[in-house]
């Protein structure tokens, strides 16, 4: 029976090796002096973009009120249940504010479900990814955590306003 | 010299090579870790001390602290018997490997070597091969099939090379003239390197040198993605230390024995015309040979770094129908040239 010719064979210069390992070789030591990918963490952080979904916040107007009118709907679409809202009365335009707003971060799966349906554009996420905390308690973030100013949120409202 | 002053210098300088042959393995370690990063474009281990100096130390207190599991399928006896042989082969080997030229101490001649022997390439040869009985034992003493393939295939890959390896050495020492390996370094002053004189010795030597420390294109005796680890899948603790400080330090060996047979030892060529004191002669004598050796052990992990592994038929294709008449070939070329250049 008489071998067919492969398409593979291999010519007699790649059957002795030595070229061919100088040449991985040499591809190996271009690559050594080439900038790195890794980024040193600690010291130097990992910048997200707006379409990052991080750490889920409430957005605090510049005059110190939040937006939110404690609807509930962030705690009725939210599939893992980390989203707890008690309403109140005030005396301002808004009449309705959350006297309590509690979310779990152990439970939080970021899908951004409490995002898309804020009808008051109030909670969205931040580019926040450093959550750590030393007990369960620590994990479930109060007002206090979860209010930041609008400045600060202004890349992803804008993404949102964009891309929703 | 009586006795006694032979047995002081003896044991300072087992003492000198033992903890440089010691801090080398560590630090070969970490270059391995560092320069495996750099070729994939990572950094590697850097955090522990300045750019990870410390590395190697955190890893042994790590690998001290560990649990030592001997499985219950094991032959106990022989299962701690061959991480001591593995280690013992790894660092007596080293003994007869100049590192430098005769220095005088206090009014002695002491030679550079802890061991000035007449066949010393034999006992390296010798106890090279003893290392496959620490492998073999590791094996089959697990009580692991994994390790068992594993201890087979390194016994059959380090019987295959080891004649490639030992008809590549005769090439040397046809034209040393002896198996002392001082007189082997000594024949190779000036340009006349048995790398350049005998090309084809020297690759088929450095390709056996790889075959034999399991060194990665032909690392099959712990090919991870068949054998888990190989023989040391059921190592832990100190007795993984110590297969694989035994691995770094066979390939300290391999490098030395390579520098001493093929690339000169520790001459730099034409050192002598220059004229300088002994002391400075000395000193960049031992420095050559290091740098020497710095260099074949890189070049060690580069490799590592950039070939995939060979298949088994293909190493043992390599090993008999490729690299073993190679080596007869070599051995003709270099009778040859001694009839006609009388070199």
């Known amino acids: 029976m008489a071998v067919k010719k492969r398409y593979k064979d291999l010519t007699l210069l790649q059957r002795i090796y030595i070229p061919e390992i100088v040449k991985g070789l040499s591809l190996t030591m271009k690559n050594m002096f080439k900038p790195k990918f890794t980024m040193r963490y600690p010291e130097e952080k990992f910048i997200p973009p707006a379409s990052y979904r991080g750490r889920p916040v409430l ?29 109140g009365e005030t005396e301002r335009e808004k009449e309705r504010y959350p006297e309590k707003f509690e979310i779990n971060m152990l439970r939080c799966i970021f899908c951004g479900l409490c995002e898309e349906v804020c009808p ?45 | 010299m009586t006795i006694w002053e032979i047995l002081i210098f003896s044991i300072v300088k087992i003492l000198i090579v033992v903890t440089v042959m010691l801090l080398t393995v560590s630090y070969l370690v970490y270059f391995e870790r560092r320069i495996s990063a750099w070729a994939q474009n990572r950094l590697g281990p850097n955090r522990v001390g300045w750019e990870g100096v410390l590395q190697p130390f955190a890893d042994v207190l790590k690998l001290l602290l560990k649990e030592d599991i001997v499985p219950e399928q094991s032959n106990k006896a022989i299962h701690s018997l061959a991480p001591i042989i593995a280690l013992f082969v790894a660092f007596t080997t080293y003994a007869v490997i100049p590192f430098g030229p005769d220095v005088m101490i206090f009014g002695f001649r002491v030679p550079l070597v802890v061991a000035d022997i007449n066949m010393g390439i034999l006992y390296v040869l010798a106890l090279t091969s003893l290392g496959v009985y620490a492998i073999t034992f590791a094996g089959w003493s697990s009580g692991s099939k994994y390790s068992l393939l594993g201890g087979i295939r390194s016994s059959a890959q380090m019987i295959s090379y080891e004649i490639s390896m030992g008809f590549s050495v005769a090439g040397v020492l046809l034209v040393a003239e002896s198996l002392r390996p001082e007189a082997i370094v000594q024949s190779q002053a000036g340009w006349m390197w048995n790398a350049i004189i005998q090309p084809v010795g020297f690759i088929t030597f450095v390709v056996s040198a790889f075959a034999e420390t399991n060194r990665l294109p032909f690392d099959l005796p712990e090919a991870e993605p068949e054998l888990v680890g190989g023989y040391h899948t059921e190592y832990s603790s100190m007795k993984f230390a110590g297969f694989f400080l035994a691995e770094y330090a066979n390939m300290i060996i391999a490098s030395a024995m390579i520098v001493t047979l093929y690339l000169g030892g520790w001459h730099f060529p034409y050192l002598e015309s220059f004229g300088l004191s002994p002391t400075l002669y000395v000193i960049i004598s031992v420095l050559t040979f290091m740098a020497k050796v710095a260099a074949l052990l890189f070049f060690f992990i580069w490799v590592r770094w950039s070939l995939p592994r060979f298949r088994y038929d293909q190493l043992m294709n390599l090993g008999w129908k490729v690299m073993f008449p190679l080596s007869l070939l070599n051995l003709v070329w270099v009778a040859a040239l001694i009839m006609i250049f009388k070199l």
């Open chain 1, 59 to 87: 957005v605090q107007e510049t005059n110190g009120e939040e937006r939110c009118v404690a609807c509930g709907l962030c705690a009725r679409v939210c599939p893992a249940l980390a989203i707890e809202v008690q309403a």
């Open chain 1, 120 to 164: 008051e554009e109030a909670i969205v996420m931040s580019k926040d990814y450093e959550l750590a905390f030393s007990s369960r308690g620590d994990a479930i973030y109060g007002k206090d955590k979860l209010l930041t100013p609008v400045i600060q949120l202004q890349d992803r409202i804008e993404f949102l306003r964009s891309y929703k």
